[in-house]
């Protein structure tokens, strides 16, 4: 089984937990930049962990706004989200890019996994990312809450390890 992780980062934060995530995964793992990456590289894994921080009020990463996302294949494919976000300064739109792109992965018939994680200690208005209550994937917010970045990844890793 191949697993890709792959990320869209203007700063680099997510690409730091894109790093973070393949190191508690603790096995083969490929970290694809979504800037510099084609459909049919990612159309190749069998299980992929994607990420993104939101940008513009609520908008994906640069590069995976300007992606040909109909283009990835992910019917019957194991899928974990992850995503950065600022939740002092956007609170109404905290986090959105990772609602966008796990609305993209049922659409296309992904298997999600890692999708039911607490809101607890996140402070915020309001987030595309929350689902029935429950952020879909791990949100990091490497602006306010860089102290808890790696019990969340740890502990979120953890969850979707079985999966992977
Ligand atoms: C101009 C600008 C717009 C942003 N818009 C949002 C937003 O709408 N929602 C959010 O949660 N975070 C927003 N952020 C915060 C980023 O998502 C956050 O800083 C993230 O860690 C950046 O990750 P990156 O370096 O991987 O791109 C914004 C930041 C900037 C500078």
Do not use: P
């Not at 993104?52 to 019957?76: A, H, I, N, R, V």
């Not at 609170?91 to 999708?115: N, Q």
């Amino acid at each position: 089984m191949s697993i890709a992780i792959v990320f869209g980062s203007s700063g680099g934060n997510t690409e730091g937990v894109a790093k973070l995530i393949k190191k508690g995964l603790g096995k083969e793992a490929d970290l694809i930049d979504i800037g510099k990456a084609d459909a049919s590289k990612i159309n190749s894994y069998d299980k992929l962990i994607l990420g993104t921080s939101t940008w513009y009020e609520g908008e994906l990463q640069d590069d995976w706004d300007s992606f040909d996302k109909e283009s990835l294949e992910l019917e019957g494919k194991t899928v974990a989200l992850f995503g950065l976000g600022d939740q002092e300064g956007y609170g109404g739109e905290f986090a959105d890019g990772v609602g966008t792109l796990y609305h993209l992965s049922l659409k296309k018939g992904a298997k999600i996994v890692g999708d039911k994680n607490s809101t607890e200690g996140y402070n915020f208005e309001e987030s595309k990312a929350v689902v029935d209550g429950k952020f879909v994937g791990l949100i990091v917010d490497e602006d306010n809450q860089s102290d808890l970045t790696a019990e969340r990844v740890e502990k979120w890793v953890e969850s979707i390890k079985s999966a992977f």
